[in-house]
């Protein structure tokens, strides 16, 4: 099930709650067509992958939380784990490949669209 975020307390909440498990924050706005074309995709991928917390932040009710976010299009899908944003390096290999040659990048992962494809191999990638 998608839960709905209205402010910076409940999203620390859910991250809380999630603890080491994937989290997909989908941000989107009601009058977005795009964002209307993906959600009921992204809510059967809630009822699809019962261990990976799913959440939506209409930006236009929230949008401080999507300003603390950096959100600047819409929809963005965010992951994090542990708290935190997912980044492109936090996988082990990266990180090896990084700490030998010295060079590491903060590079958050996150995308905009909605590519219902792309959504559902990262959430399978990062799961």
């Not at 307390?9 to 009058?31: C, I, P, Y």
């Not at 010295?102 to 399978?124: P, S, T």
């Amino acid at each position: 099930m998608v839960q709905i975020l209205r402010d910076m307390d409940e999203f620390k909440t859910f991250l809380k709650a999630a603890g080491h498990k994937l989290v997909v924050v989908e941000f989107s706005a009601k009058w977005c067509g795009p964002c209307q074309s993906i959600y009921p995709i992204y809510h059967a991928m809630s009822l699809q992958y019962q261990n990976v917390f799913f959440a939506n932040v209409d930006v236009d009710v929230s949008p401080a939380l999507a300003e603390s976010c950096n959100v600047k299009a819409i929809p963005t899908f965010q992951m994090f784990k542990k708290n935190q944003k997912v980044t492109l390096f936090s996988r082990i290999e990266r990180i090896i490949c990084c700490y030998r040659s010295g060079f590491k990048v903060k590079q958050i992962y996150e995308f905009c669209g909605a590519d219902a494809k792309k959504l559902e191999e990262k959430i399978k990638q990062l799961m």
